[in-house]
């Protein structure tokens, strides 16, 4: 079957941005126990931006995501996918539309990089040229490589450019760089920008916290089957009241003495943290709570094994709105 991308939808909304959800819902049921996915969830996504969509396993991520690609049927609430609803007779002008990166992708080990961009382009009625979509992705040189021979990089990158060959307008990446090495991440990384360039839309899921702060415009974290923030990395990062963290590791042996209540009182001190002897201030001002911290730990004769500084990142912000590092793996 040929996508075709010429077909008009005549229930289409403004058609500004490139996601609206509007309390959406899916709720899983097997035998008698009852999972709600995804609870009322509202999301906008503006056209032309890189989005980040994080969430610890379990926040109604993958099902959001799965929504917005057709995969699933929400129980209720609105879908509007580049101005356009499924279901409503103009499914494949949407997936015309759209390109579709999975975490893991598997080809046939036997088939060329190039075989196997010719089979994901017949698909479209519309799109790149082979060579166009190789050098897009850096693999002009791999373009008559059999599967098997390619590094987990290359595959990955393969991956993206069959997402990429019938020019969508919109492209979702599913953790795109799990289990990649720094440089292979990078590629990649240099491959969104270049679609989003090019006017594209990217929505984007992730574990790497770092990668959501260099790629994405704006991030919305979900919990719960809800997003509980939204903003750019630099707005969610401020909603913390302190961009800054001091990192005390003390001498075993002041295990027992150790407080938090001091160290909260601290000038510039926003909260305090502590495990055993190693203590962690989240302050506003480095210059002002870390000569009144290391007077105070002098004072009660504290002795300091470690001392670090560093500025807040969006793992902080993930950490205090649902109390687990992203990469917990489901941990509570």
Known sequence: MTLRADVIDPGAGDGDAAIELVGLRKVYRKGKQTTVAVDGLDLRVERGEVFGLLGPNGAGKTTTIEICEGLT?????????????????VDDAIRAR???????????????????????RSFFATGRSLDEVLDLVSLREKADARQSTLSGGQRQRLAVATALVGTPELLFLDEP????????RRQLWDVVRAFQDRSGTVVLTTHYMDEAQQLCDRVGIVDKGKVIALGTPDELIRSLDAEHFVEVDFAKEANGSLDAAPFAALP????????????????????TALPAMLAMASAQNLPIAGLATRHATL??????????????????
């Open 73 to 89: 049927v929400p129980d209720s609430g609105r879908v509007r996918i580049l101005g356009s609803q499924w279901r409503t007779g």
């Open 98 to 120: 759209i390109g579709v990166c999975l975490q893991e992708t598997k080809f046939h080990e036997k088939a060329t990089v190039r075989e196997t961009l010719q089979l994901f």
């Open 315 to 332: 793992e902080d912000v993930f950490v205090h709105l649902t109390g687990r590092h992203l990469r917990d793996e489901g941990k509570p």
């Open 268 to 287: 510039d001190v926003a909260a305090v943290a502590r495990e055993g002897s190693h203590v962690v201030l989240t302050v506003r001002s480095v210059h």
């Open 177 to 184: 760089t799990t289990g990649l090495d720094p440089q292979s």
